[in-house]
């Protein structure tokens, strides 16, 4: 019996890089409150999300279609995201580009 399995280095990832028509984001801090000071409830069901590219794939980096670059900022639907356990706080998230609402931009 081959026992190579046994012998796989269990060392932290450093990097992640997605694959396909994806990017990877690091979620924003949850708003605990309202910018008028309504403090907001912890299970509050928001249906969108903010966050910050960490990453982009080649094929959307490539694509003239995706007008996407690492730290962009984004509002996008959680829903299709996939948590990425890769930090204690896990706000890493696998994300189609189909589940892009927005990017922020500057004027």
């Known amino acids: 019996m081959d026992n190579t399995l046994n012998n796989i280095p269990t060392e932290?990832?450093?990097?992640?890089?997605?694959i396909g028509k994806r990017v990877l984001i690091r979620k924003d801090e949850d708003k605990k409150q309202t910018k008028g000071g309504i403090q907001l409830p912890d299970t509050i069901e928001i249906p969108t999300i903010t966050?910050?590219?960490?990453?982009?794939?080649?094929?959307?980096?490539?694509?003239?279609?995706?007008?996407?670059?690492?730290?962009?900022?984004?509002?996008?639907?959680?829903?299709?995201?996939?948590?990425?356990d890769f930090e204690g706080d896990n706000r890493l998230f696998v994300v189609d580009v189909e589940n892009i609402v927005a990017v922020f931009r500057k004027q």
């Open 12 to 18: 932290p990832f450093e990097t992640i890089e997605p």
């Open 51 to 84: 966050g910050r590219i960490v990453s982009v794939s080649a094929e959307v980096e490539m694509s003239s279609e995706f007008p996407l670059s690492q730290y962009d900022k984004l509002l996008f639907n959680p829903k299709g995201a996939i948590p990425v």
